[in-house]
């Protein structure tokens, strides 16, 4: 489980163009964002996604209670969590099927959640201008809908947390 921000100052990426062209990307200035609460189950594929205009804890919260509700009733996830300030909030209200794993600091490529944020950014949201935070709205969301399950498993693949015998 990760949060990332995307927005009008968004990322510029490679671009085809033809040998000895000098192709132009746009790098827009304004300052609108939009966040993306994401969870993700490697092995499935199966995911969980919320866009919010900021991150902090009453917004975890609502993310929190949306996938403890997603889950099925006898299933029970451990969330594996950098340390944001809003993950280990005393005010965070965590659902009876929901546990979490915070990461050592400074660790992010321990996050399978992380790879996403490059892929989504990387594939659907650079090099484009966005005109204002609706356009962010559903430009995250047309993004996070082209997700199939196994790109996912593919993207959020993290060999330390298969058990091979």
Same mark, same amino acid.
């Given at each position: ?34 966040? /993306? ?12 996604? /919320? ?19 997603? /889950? ?21 209200? /965590? ?71």
């Amino acid at each position: 489980m990760d949060e990332a921000r995307f927005g009008q100052q968004g990322t510029t990426t490679r671009i085809w163009a033809a040998t000895g062209s000098r192709p132009t990307a746009v790098k827009q200035t304004r300052y609108e964002w939009v966040y /993306l609460y994401a969870a993700v189950e490697p092995a499935t594929g199966v995911s969980v996604a /919320l866009q919010a205009p900021q991150v902090n804890t009453g917004t975890m919260n609502v993310f929190l209670k949306m996938l403890g509700q997603e /889950l099925g009733p006898l299933d029970h996830a451990v969330l594996i969590m950098d340390q944001a300030g809003w993950h280990k909030s005393r005010a965070l209200a /965590l659902p009876d099927n929901i546990s979490v794993l915070l990461l050592p600091p400074y660790s992010p490529e321990l996050n399978p959640v992380e790879r996403l944020w490059a892929y989504l950014r990387g594939h659907y949201l650079s090099n484009r201008v966005f005109e204002d935070y609706k356009h962010l709205l559903d430009a995250g969301a047309q993004a996070w809908q082209r997700l199939t399950p196994e790109r996912l498993r593919s993207v959020c693949a993290c060999p330390y947390l298969t058990h091979e015998e």
